[in-house]
């Protein structure tokens, strides 16, 4: 795993089944079926390594040869937040892990000259402070989008939140660390720059068309 300019909470996770499924997605000749499958597979890649903190207790089993106590998930108090559109590609991936846990949503979209996100929609799963809190995201570009989806929360009494994106732009992690400090970001490949519209470079393109066959 690789730092972010010594930021502890910025993970940039550098396992070469990520490498290999970013690139596919890179690839401008990848289809749409593809494309979504690739994008829930980093996903659960992802989720793997971003949710090696939860907690665990330990129950009592009995085996085929003998008892004893083995750990479980501690709680059941996950919730999945995916910013709209492209975040909910993400989604299913982490409930392969996470079977149980509640999706919560954001509206987001930015705006075509100002780059700034709006909102149009925020539900949350209650109690929404005691959950262990994963935002998806696939692209993180300006970072205006994530700072303003983890302020929403933050709003509504959110606590432990992570941050979840496959490719990211050095502007938007430096942008998102200085907004949310507290929060844990992992990122599937750190790209060179921004373009003057705002887009990653070399990037993947839109996400949300590519996820969805817009455009
Ligand atoms: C994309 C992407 C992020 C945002 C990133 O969404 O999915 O939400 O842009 O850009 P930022 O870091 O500069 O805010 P978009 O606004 O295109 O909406 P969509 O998912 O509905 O297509
Ligand atoms: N949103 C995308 O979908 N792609 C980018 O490169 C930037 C923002």
């Not at 492209?86 to 991936?93: I, P, R």
């Amino acid at each position: 795993m690789q730092e972010f300019e010594g930021h502890e909470n910025v993970i940039i996770l550098d396992h070469p089944l990520i490498q290999h499924k970013i690139t596919r997605l890179r690839d401008k000749t990848t289809g749409t079926a593809e494309f979504r499958q690739l994008v829930n597979e980093i996903a659960m890649l992802m989720g793997y390594e971003a949710l090696r903190d939860l907690e665990l207790r330990d129950i009592d089993v009995e085996t085929p040869i003998e008892k004893t106590v083995s750990p479980v998930l501690a709680g059941r108090k996950q919730a999945i937040v995916p910013i709209l559109r492209a975040g909910l590609g993400m989604t299913d991936g982490i409930l392969n892990l996470l079977p149980a846990a509640k999706v919560g949503h954001i509206g987001l979209y930015r705006d075509e000259e100002t780059h700034k996100p709006h909102s149009y929609y925020c539900k949350l799963p209650a109690p929404i402070n005691e959950r262990t809190i994963i935002v998806t995201d696939p692209m993180l570009a300006t970072g205006g989008s994530a700072i303003d989806a983890i302020r929403f929360i933050k709003e509504r009494g959110g606590v432990k939140i992570k941050f979840m994106c496959i490719i990211a732009a050095p502007e938007g992690v430096k942008a998102l660390t200085e907004a949310h400090p507290d929060v844990q970001i992992y990122i599937g490949h750190l790209d060179r720059q921004l373009n003057k519209d705002a887009y990653i470079c070399p990037g993947l393109g839109d996400a949300g068309d590519r996820i969805f066959g817009t455009k």
